[in-house]
């Protein structure tokens, strides 16, 4: 019977009819967002590790409970499908479906803890392996780094980008010494 109510309240909430509207998963991790660290903090707290998972939290709230900051951005969010909101705080991108690996490099490169950079970097590149193995395709197929990073529509995300493609492509800092693959034609271009 509670198996039934809950199976119920998930097929009813509007958040992940939404998220799937978008092509957001419901198992994309919370730790890849760009949520505030009070509201990452609260998620952790209440045991939310993936969207999904805040969605249904967020249906079983009471409208009488009061949130703010980055919680109510992301609840409103969702709720109204609100995409430049959600670019905000996810590796979205408005007018296009489900979270990206180039959005998701600009948004780590704000975490300013050199550590827990580095780990939410390795974090994205496993989730995002198979954009990861499509950018290398098309890298070595001849299509320069620019034209990848032109869906971002920003010139200073798209250097972000190649920065932390630069630093982080194969799960650490970039050995200088290193000119195969991807980061030896990063580096390459980067001297151009």
């Known amino acids: ?4 109510t809950q199976a119920s309240a998930q097929k009813d909430n509007q958040m992940l009819k939404n998220m799937a509207k978008l092509g957001i998963p419901e198992n994309f ?3 890849l967002t760009a949520l505030d660290a009070g509201t990452v903090e609260f998620c952790s707290m209440e045991s939310l590790s993936t969207l999904g ?3 249904f939290f967020a249906q079983g709230m009471s409208q009488n409970v009061i949130v703010g900051g980055d919680f109510r951005k992301l609840l409103n969010a969702l ?3 609100d995409e430049k909101a959600l670019a905000e705080l996810l590796p979205f991108r408005p007018g296009a479906t489900g979270p990206h690996l180039l959005e998701c490099l600009v948004q780590t490169a704000r975490v300013t803890e050199p550590a827990a950079q580095a780990e ?3 974090k994205a590149f496993a ?3 198979d ?3 499509a950018l290398q395709r098309a890298l070595a197929a001849g299509t320069s780094l620019s034209r990848l990073l032109m869906v971002l529509g920003n010139p200073t995300a798209e250097s972000t980008a ?3 493609l630069k630093a982080y492509a194969k799960g650490g800092p970039v050995n200088d010494k290193s000119k195969s693959g991807l980061l030896g034609f990063l580096g390459r271009w980067f001297r151009k």
């Open 1 to 4: 019977m509670v198996e039934q």
């Open 29 to 31: 991790p919370i730790g």
């Open 53 to 55: 998972e805040f969605a």
């Open 79 to 81: 709720s109204h499908i």
């Open 120 to 122: 939410k970097a390795a």
């Open 127 to 129: 989730w995002f392996k």
């Open 131 to 133: 954009e990861h193995a």
């Open 162 to 164: 190649a920065e932390m």
